[in-house]
């Protein structure tokens, strides 16, 4: 790892400067010198570094001025301040200007070596960060997300204005649609990208624990809570909580849920004490909440606060032109994962797909798909391959009962085949004579013995 990490040393002291870059190098470090500020400047200009270790005063300038355009070019790369006339004023300067840490001369070596391994810890720890939500947010774009269906399409019309806003979003749909999908892309689009994103399935969770859960607790307020807990709310103020199968919540859990989204404040169980909140919240539901709330298990109120923008998504029958792109980007993801070849997906194996109900939508489709990569050996998926329940339900099509699908048809050779196949059996009704099964086919002779001619029909 230590070969990896770049340190920019800036000294205009030779005497100093060069036994410290040797000491880096023989510590595995890769280390490049500069005597001057202006020449420290150039070299962040030309090349990237992970550590800067720079001297406070120099012939043409001082380290508060390459920290500072350290932190304009990088957030993540980390400054060690070394000076030999240390004061309070400049420590407190350098550390507020975003300087990992302040040593003085004469160096401790070993003081340095502890202080440059945890500004390298913490560079790599914030490079990860980054990343990772890089990832996320290019993972959750609108153009990632796949539905060319005129459905999905007007989901994402809705999306893209949602984001703009900062209002209360219910998504509605069967399970296996995706809610949390398109969760994660209304807040990954949003202003809020770079706060916390924070999941809470409320079905999943013990009613005896979902308000300690949601809304935190305090020391002493039920047995075993031996110290304070923040809650879910909490730990996404700035960002979106996402609240999955609302309608499962108690009734009486709904209660305080409204007032968060009434007074954006939260009081954690235990406690008198209210906490502000800038939360952003979106839920989630396969309950018809109106329903709910008729027969008295959802609360009016808190079904119109949540309800103020609402997303109904299509179970994935109804949009059936989803199914080849969708099976596709699984069987790309999971042959990656899986390390094998691409597999193609054979015209009878989507048509099976086309032709099934899936009842539990997309997650299903993506269970089916990695099943298949895992266990097919041959890169041609066919029906045979599908589950009993997929390859049963499918039928070979005869001529009459062809359909058009995502891998498309041959409709000149589809129409001869028709032909051929009524004209052979208006000849065996009519015992060969051709004037006889013209007239069955409602043609007249000469035709019929021209389409026969064509279709290279010896009889």
């Not at 459905?151 to 019309?157: D, E, H, L, P, R």
């Not at 108690?250 to 009081?267: C, D, F, G, M, S």
């Not at 009962?401 to 498309?408: D, L």
């Amino acid at each position: 790892m230590k070969e990896q990490v770049k340190i920019l040393l800036v000294d205009d002291e030779h005497s100093s400067r060069e036994p410290l870059a040797l000491l880096l190098r023989k510590n595995g470090y890769h280390v490049t010198g500069a005597s001057t500020g202006h020449e420290a400047l150039q070299l962040l200009a030309s090349e990237p570094f992970n550590i800067v270790i720079t001297d406070l005063f120099l012939p043409d300038s001082n380290g508060i001025d390459i920290l500072k355009e350290v932190k304009r070019l990088s957030a993540t790369m980390e400054v060690i301040l070394i000076t030999g006339f240390a004061s309070a004023e400049t420590a407190v300067q350098a550390m507020k200007e975003g300087a990992f840490d302040y040593i003085t001369k004469p160096l401790n070596l070993e003081e340095l070596k502890i202080i440059l391994a945890k500004a390298i810890e913490k560079h790599q720890l914030v490079n990860e960060n980054v990343y990772l939500k890089k990832q996320l947010r290019d993972k959750y774009e609108f153009p990632n997300i796949i539905g060319n269906s005129p459905a999905m399409q007007q989901v994402f019309n809705l999306m893209k204005r949602v984001v703009k806003t900062d209002s209360t979003v219910l998504i509605m749909g069967e399970s296996g649609t995706g809610k949390e999908v398109v969760a994660k892309a209304i807040h990954f689009n949003s202003s809020r990208r770079n706060q916390p994103f924070v999941a809470v399935h409320c079905g999943a969770i013990p009613e005896n624990l979902l308000e300690s859960e949601l809304f935190g607790y305090v020391r002493g307020a039920f047995t075993g809570a031996n110290r304070d807990k923040i809650g879910k709310f909490e730990a996404a103020n700035g960002g979106t909580v996402f609240l999955d199968e609302i309608g499962t919540m108690p009734i009486q859990l709904q209660t305080k849920l409204l007032r968060i989204l009434q007074e954006h404040e939260v009081e954690r169980v235990g406690s008198t004490r209210t906490i502000k909140l800038d939360v952003r919240v979106i839920s989630a539901t396969n309950n018809q909440l109106e329903e709910e709330v008729r027969k008295g298990n959802f609360r009016e109120d808190l079904y119109w606060r949540l309800n103020v923008i609402p997303i109904q998504l299509p179970p994935l029958r109804e949009r059936m032109e989803d199914i080849l792109p969708l099976a596709r980007h699984f069987l790309v993801k999971c042959c990656e994962e899986m390390n094998r070849p691409m597999m193609n997906l054979g015209k009878d194996a989507l048509e099976a797909l086309e032709a099934y109900h899936w009842p539990g939508n997309v997650r299903e489709l993506e269970n089916v798909v990695e099943r298949v990569a895992a266990l097919t050996e041959s890169n041609q998926i066919t029906p045979a391959d599908l589950p009993p329940n997929i390859s049963g339900a499918f039928r070979e099509p005869d001529e009459y009962s062809i359909r058009v699908t995502n891998s498309g048809v041959d409709l000149m050779k589809t129409v001869n085949r028709i032909e051929m196949k009524m004209i052979d059996e208006a000849l065996n009704l009519a015992g060969g004579v051709k004037a006889q099964a013209a007239a069955l086919l409602n043609l007249n002779r000469t035709t019929l013995v021209e389409k026969m001619r064509r279709l290279g029909m010896q009889r």
